[in-house]
């Protein structure tokens, strides 16, 4: 059992460039997010689906579009990366929204 | 906005002897609460939750506690161990939103 599965692991951007990161759940749960972690500033939430064919913003959205393709899927899209989204990125799912969400391993994304 | 806070970013602890992780949020309205222990380059993994109707959940070595007038909980940790050193964060949930909103984390160093 995978549970919450994120790629790439690593990736290098330059300023301008655009990418997807992809974050797929096998526990056939509801909602899935997408969160932000940089020092100090904790995990913050950039995107949500709280089920299948609904996408919400968090806190920090701008800079960032999300596809919510199948119950299973969501990914995140930096459509011109800056160097202020340098940071590790969580794609995370939870049953619903009052039960503990489960994680993937994370992406660690530079941008130059 | 900080919604969920974590005032102290470090803890060190002897082992053996108890942790006592704080956590203060500022939305009455929260509804869910969780505590997650994230390792270095590793996702966050679920610890502990507690909802609003309660004031204290136990599992094993891990207690929270819900002070709901004073908008505050805390988790212990008895005894700890050096393998409890990690990052540890408090999460809230927006009721009828499906969303979590995360402190910034405490890392937590259990000396042997």
């Known amino acids: 059992n995978a549970g919450v599965t994120q790629t790439p692991k690593f990736q290098v951007l330059k300023t301008g460039q655009s990418m997807t990161l992809q974050c797929a759940q096998d526990m056939n749960h509801n909602s899935m997010y997408w969160y932000r972690q940089d020092p100090g500033m904790g995990l913050r939430l950039i995107y949500y689906s709280a089920s299948e064919g609904t996408t919400d913003k968090g806190e920090v959205p701008n800079g960032y579009n999300v596809s919510r393709l199948n119950k299973r899927e969501f990914s995140l899209r930096l459509e011109s990366a800056a160097p202020s989204q340098t940071s590790v990125y969580f794609c995370?799912?939870?049953?619903?929204?009052?039960?503990?969400?489960?994680f993937g391993q994370g992406t660690r994304l530079t941008v130059v | 906005d900080q919604q969920v806070k974590q005032n102290s970013p470090s803890l060190s602890v002897q082992e053996g002897r108890i942790s006592i992780l704080n956590c203060d949020y500022t939305n009455s309205m929260f509804d869910y609460f969780l505590w997650y222990k994230k390792y270095p380059a590793e996702g966050p993994t679920f610890l502990i939750s507690?909802?609003?109707?309660?004031d204290k959940n136990e599992d094993g070595r891990f207690t929270v506690f819900l002070n709901k007038s004073a908008k505050h909980l805390s988790l212990h940790i008895v005894p700890s161990q050096p393998g409890d050193s990690a990052v540890y964060f408090c999460?809230?949930?927006?009721?009828?939103?499906?969303?979590?909103?995360f402190g910034t984390g405490t890392r937590l160093k259990v000396l042997a």
């Open positions: 995370a799912s939870s049953r619903q929204g009052d039960t503990e969400a489960f």
């Open positions: 999460a809230a949930s927006v009721p009828g939103t499906y969303k979590y909103i």
């Open positions: 507690i909802s609003s109707i309660k």
